[in-house]
């Protein structure tokens, strides 16, 4: 069974302009969520999905990032415009997600951005 | 409020020689705990888990970690390294009831020397 895709894997982009990244999380996964990883960090969440409802997305910095699940498989997070400050590996996640029932999440090989 | 810190961003041992990597939690709440491993490139994959029950616990690879609430401790061990073992590990806590958001350490980089 594939794990979660994420693409694309790398991204070199100049200040100012937008980018967007692209996750499908394993069949059958209710939650999804997008961290970003500095370098030398662990990843933060910025958002997290239950099916196509965005519930927690307290960390997401809404002046210039977006993100959508459309039918509440895959996803997309959106930059616009991008800063140097973006610079990260952005990983995308899912699991079951069963209410209170802790289910392990499965992580993406991640979208490292670089912002010149 | 919780939070993890792992003490030592880089860790170097012999092969053959135990591995442990320290981290302590701070949680308001009765804790779950995490330990993933990150490889050059790659995302993170959950090397155990503690959620309830047995304080030790067996992961993946030979690891295990031990649940201590007195200490607020769950450090990963390893009686003898491999070099493969070489790569970033990452402590991680939760909430044990509702929405578990996960809040991450910094990671400790372990180096296997031949």
């Known amino acids: 069974e594939a794990g979660v895709v994420q693409s694309p894997r790398y991204k070199i982009i100049e200040k100012k302009q937008p980018v967007a990244f692209w996750c499908n999380p394993i069949s059958g996964h209710n939650t999804l969520y997008w961290y970003r990883q500095n370098l030398g960090q662990g990843p933060e969440l910025l958002i997290r999905?239950?099916?196509?409802?965005?519930?927690?997305d307290s960390q997401l910095p809404k002046d210039r990032f977006s993100a959508e699940r459309l039918k509440g498989v895959d996803s997309t997070l959106k930059i616009q415009p991008a800063e140097l400050g973006d610079s990260a590996v952005y990983l995308c996640a899912s699991s079951l997600g069963r209410g209170q029932t802790y289910t392990e999440a499965f992580f993406g090989q991640g979208t490292r951005l670089t912002v010149v | 409020a919780q939070s993890v810190t792992q003490l030592g961003s880089h860790v170097s041992v012999s092969e053959g020689a135990l591995v442990l990597l320290r981290c302590n939690y701070s949680?308001?709440?009765?804790?779950?705990l995490f330990w993933y491993v990150q490889y050059p490139n790659q995302g993170l994959q959950l090397l155990l888990k503690?959620?309830?029950?047995?304080?030790l616990v067996k992961g993946i690879n030979g690891f295990e970690a031990e649940f201590k609430k007195s200490e607020t401790s769950f450090h990963l061990t390893k009686p003898s390294a491999h070099m493969s073992d070489a790569a970033e590990y990452f402590c991680a806590v939760s909430n044990s009831g509702g929405y578990q958001k996960v809040t991450f350490g910094t990671g400790t980089k372990l180096q296997v020397i031949p």
């Open positions: 949680s308001s709440v009765p804790p779950y």
């Open positions: 503690y959620t309830t029950g047995a304080t």
């Open positions: 999905y239950e099916n196509e409802e965005a519930v927690d």
